[in-house]
């Protein structure tokens, strides 16, 4: 699970006077978190702290890294940290701007302020499930594509695509790209619909967004 693409998440919390202005944006690489987290330092320069935290898959075990910004140890970026782990979001950076209301919150304070600003932002993201799609490519003549596409979606195939004269040497031929979660099943109906002249070739699998 992680946020969806192109969004900036946020939200603001003000506890003891002190204003806590949290942002978290979905990120692909650790480049990414620090291009944003330099983003929202340049937004409010005038911060004292500009906390930061950031997990993004990397294999079995994922990328992950955190930073007080001057706030006493294990206050901020840590408490940040675990609440990102909480939620269960990958690929998601969040950065937390703190002003100083004049009231000083203690360590455990500052824990709280910090992990209920990291959840409430959070929150606020558009979450998505991350979907592998089994896909295919099959080429037919174009004569048959309208046909075929019809017949296609009417059995519940996703038609991803389809690229009419994509090839020079081929100029009457369609090449369609599908998706369909049983294999079997789609090289049956393939067969069927086209009397068994066409063979659909095994792609990448599709990485799709599901909103929550």
Known sequence: MTLA??????????????????????????????????????QYPDARHHC??????DGPNPIERSSDDGEPSGTAG????????????????????????????????????YTNTTIATLDAGTKVH???????????????AGRLRAAL????VSVLNVAYGFDPERPTDARFTLSYDNGDELMSLLASLTHGDATPVRLADR?????L
């Open 5 to 42: 693409r192109s969004t900036t998440a946020h939200a603001e919390l003000e506890i003891s006077r002190s204003k806590f202005l949290g942002y978290t944006r979905r990120v692909e690489n650790e480049a990414a978190a620090r291009e944003f987290f330099a983003e929202i330092r340049a």
């Open 52 to 57: 930061t935290a950031f997990s993004i898959a």
């Open 78 to 113: 840590m408490p940040m940290l675990a609440a990102l782990r909480g939620s269960g979001l990958i690929d998601v950076a969040v950065v937390v701007v703190r002003y100083f209301g004049g009231i000083k919150l203690g360590t455990g304070g500052l824990v709280r302020a």
């Open 130 to 144: 991350l979907v592998a799609l089994p896909t295919w490519e099959l080429t037919v003549g174009a004569g048959d």
């Open 153 to 156: 979606e009417n059995q519940g």
């Open 207 to 211: 990485i799709s967004e599901v909103a």
